[in-house]
């Protein structure tokens, strides 16, 4: 059978000001096309299929468009949700769409569940784990094999913030598991695995706290499509994330694809990257204003991020930068840092400084020059103002 592992579609998100809608819908064209050249019987989706937990309504009719069409065209799909979906919402309708073998999961409603699907060469069991938030784990999902030995005397209370993405995950896998009989196995997991590269654009999973999982969760699994990380990469042979069909942020330069599985009866996999030929790719430019504007690269159809390096202030940049990169959609103002001034380590007192003395000191470093006298005229009054109001 013929897979297609794709993730992190973010439909409703925009890039700075810019509507990606008409790039995800280039991408589900080819998409479609794709899945029926390369006879795909089986399409998945690893969640964040959209951007928030509350979508735009144009991203849920993009959605559902999607899977009529791929459904209509006789492909299984199996999706989960990501961290950015509501799983609730996304899944509301899961069991209904299961006769469609259309299998949307969500949360923790379906933990332990095997999906076993037949397909023209045999059996297949699927694992679908959507991102699991720890904290919202019921309180009879205990894992004896990751929570501690004393746990026989915590209370709900403890166990519930002893819980960790990893371990929510483990026992996800771990409930499962009695229930796979077919000789090969999917999963597909929302989760951010040990030796993952991330980018950018990846909504942490925590703030603070362990967020990863072992890649050891996935063994056993003939293949387990990961959606989370946006650069499309290989932890295992595999173990894989597909990446998301467009650059949502300005560290992913790197080429976006999606995966084919070619899956053997007996789980055996031969894996391709196919590249995405849509959407717009993203670059970042970096110099002075006269250089950008004098020596413009072919970005004419690339999202630009300018770095500006001139000395002091630079008025209506993006305007300027926007007749020879119609797509800038963010500046960085980056002067030089004037030499010899942080790095002379004269450190100034606050106690012995004046308030002028102290902006004038910042101004130098900041500009590479001294104010002007009009500018410090400026300043002096804007000091005595403020501190005019603090007394
Ligand atoms: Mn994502």
């Known amino acids: 059978m013929r897979i297609l592992h794709t993730s992190d579609w973010h439909l409703g998100r925009s890039f700075g000001p810019i509507s990606l809608a008409d790039d995800q819908q280039a991408f589900i064209e080819w998409l479609i096309q794709l899945c029926g050249d390369e006879r795909i019987d089986l399409v998945v989706i690893a969640g964040d299929l959209y951007d928030r937990a509350i979508a735009p309504t144009e991203a849920v009719v993009m959605f559902r468009q999607a899977l009529v069409r791929l459904q209509a065209a006789g492909h299984t799909v199996a999706a989960i949700t990501g961290n950015h979906d509501g799983a609730d919402r996304v899944a509301a309708y899961d069991e209904l769409m299961d006769s469609s073998r259309v299998y949307v999961r969500g949360g923790y409603a379906k933990v332990g569940e095997v999906i076993s699907l037949q397909f023209a060469d045999g059996p297949l069991d699927l694992v679908l784990l959507p991102f699991l938030d720890p904290q919202a784990a019921p309180d009879d999902l205990v894992d004896t094999s990751v929570i501690a030995d004393d746990d026989d005397g915590a209370d709900a209370f403890e166990r519930r913030i002893r819980r960790t993405h990893h371990s929510v995950l483990a026992a996800a896998i771990h409930a499962a598991q009695p229930h796979l009989s077919a000789p090969r196995s999917l ?76 899956m053997g009866s007996t789980g055996v996999c031969s894996i391709a990257e196919v ?27 690339t999202l630009v991020r300018a770095i500006i390096t001139d000395p002091g202030v630079v008025l209506d940049a993006k305007q300027r930068l926007a007749a020879v990169y119609p797509f800038v959609v963010e500046i960085v103002l980056a002067p030089p840092v004037a030499e010899g001034v942080g790095a002379s380590g004269a450190v100034l007192d606050r106690r012995v400084v004046s308030a002028t003395e102290a902006a004038d000191a910042f101004w130098r470093e900041s500009i590479g020059e001294p104010p002007t006298p009009s500018q410090q005229a400026l300043l002096h009054v804007a000091i005595t103002d403020a501190e005019a109001k603090v007394a």
């Open 275 to 301: 590249a995405i030929p849509v959407g717009r790719a993203v670059c970042t430019v970096q110099g002075t204003m006269d250089e950008l504007l004098a020596a413009p690269l072919a970005l004419s159809n």
């Open 187 to 262: 999963a597909v997991s929302h989760a951010f695995v040990t030796g993952g590269t991330a980018s950018d654009s990846e909504r942490q999973l925590a703030v603070g706290g362990t967020t990863t999982v072992d890649l050891a969760l996935f063994d056993g699994f003939s293949y387990t499509a990961l959606g989370h990380l946006h650069r499309p990469q290989p932890l295992a042979p595999t173990v894989r994330y597909s990446g998301t069909p467009l650059a949502y942020s300005f560290s992913e330069e790197h080429p976006k694809s999606v995966t084919i599985i070619e």
